[in-house]
Nanobody, 121 residues
Framework: QVQVVESGGGLVQPGGPLRLSCAASGTIVSINSMGWYRQAPGKQRELAATMPSGGSTNYADSVKGRFTMSRDNAKNTAYLQMNSLKAEDTAVYYC???????????????WGQGTQVTVSS
């Protein structure tokens, strides 16, 4: 069994920073890509940032220059440092991890339960 758990959400003022964490645990052989997605009220879930296990990070245009994603592969953990937050960044942020649990089948996508980020004065 695999669990993906996000943490670090909360209320922050416009212009402020916030750091999200995502930890994957359980029976894990390897993790390919990890990513952060977000869903604002009344909108579809959208990509914020993704990072393959050994490549460069891909960011949505709306967060480029403000958000930085990083990974600690030894801890099966990903982070999203969010700076210069805007009201339009308000959303539930979800972590996605593409995880291989055994060598006998391909990897599957796992999602966390989401963490709320609210940017408001």
């Amino acid at each position: 069994q695999v669990q993906v758990v996000e943490s670090g959400g909360g209320l922050v003022q416009p212009g402020g920073p916030l750091r999200l964490s995502c930890a994957a645990s359980g029976t894990i052989v390897s993790i390919n890509s990890m990513g952060w997605y977000r869903q604002a009220p009344g909108k579809q879930r959208e990509l914020a940032a993704t990072m393959p296990s050994g490549g460069s990070t891909n960011y949505a245009d709306s967060v480029k220059g403000r958000f930085t994603m990083s990974r600690d592969n030894a801890k099966n953990t990903a982070y999203l440092q969010m700076n210069s937050l805007k009201a339009e960044d308000t959303a539930v942020y979800y972590c996605n991890a593409n995880i291989r649990r055994t060598w006998f089948r391909g990897p599957d996508d796992y999602w966390g339960q989401g963490t709320q980020v609210t940017v408001s004065s």
